[in-house]
């Protein structure tokens, strides 16, 4: 079974309010991607990695991030696109024909684990395609364009979709291919594989696998990186 494993960090950071590219914000003497890109390494189920970032970041990203730390599996950096659906893409393309499954991961969740990695792997191999998730906690209101709330909606039959998201090569392949030829963009694969008919199967994700967006995302992940043992980074 070979694993090829997509990073998407092309995120500019905007929201963040820093004008360092958000994969490079540095977060604990280290750059944010260091982390994820640290735990897919070091994984026995990962064959090789392919970087997403901006073209302009593409020549930093290898000198600062894949030589200095040493992260042999990268096998590619990839220059990303408009969207992340197109940066996801371009790193389609570049998986090797060999490739059994696909895992992608978006560089600004710093906290995966090697269980979560390991279960959404393997829950892919046996179903063609898997994504952690986790149920929300607080209650959910659905509201109309003019801000009134009209109904609570059922907390057991939703989910907060994270990453991993991991599939067959071939499935996410053609679902990408009749995405772009019916123009529809999606915000994660996993709805990109339902067009076509997919199942999806989801596994249980991680409280601590959160995803920096906003500055406060920052205060927490330092709160998680105080508690967290050593042995995962």
Not at 143 to 169: A, C
Not at 200 to 226: Q, R, S, Y
């Amino acid at each position: 079974m070979k694993v090829g494993a997509i990073l998407a960090a092309g995120g500019k950071g905007v929201r963040l309010g820093n004008q360092t590219p958000k994969p490079f914000i540095m977060f604990n003497h280290h750059p944010l991607i260091y982390y994820s890109l640290k735990v897919l390494s070091t994984s026995a189920l990962v064959d090789y990695i392919l970087v997403v970032v901006e073209r302009e970041h593409i020549a930093y990203c290898q000198r600062e991030i894949v030589e200095k730390y040493q992260f042999t599996k990268v096998f590619k950096i990839v220059e990303g696109g408009k969207e992340r659906q197109d940066s996801v893409y371009n790193g389609l393309k570049e998986i090797t024909p060999d490739t059994e499954l696909v895992l992608i991961h978006d560089g600004a969740r710093p906290f995966v684990s090697q269980q979560l990695i390991e279960e959404t792997i393997f829950a892919a191999k046996e179903t063609g395609a898997a994504v952690p998730g986790l149920s929300p906690t607080d209650t959910i209101k659905s509201i109309n364009h003019g801000q009134w709330v009209e109904e609570t909606l059922d907390r057991d039959s939703l989910v907060m979709i994270q990453t991993p998201q991991v599939f067959k090569y071939e499935l996410l392949k053609d679902a990408y291919e009749k995405a772009y030829e019916d123009n529809f963009y999606a915000t994660d694969d996993a709805l990109l594989v339902r067009r076509l008919g997919g199942k999806v199967k989801l596994v249980k994700g991680a409280p601590e696998n959160i995803k920096i967006t906003f500055p406060h995302d920052l205060l927490v992940a330092k709160a998680i990186l105080t508690l967290r043992s050593d042995k995962n980074l």
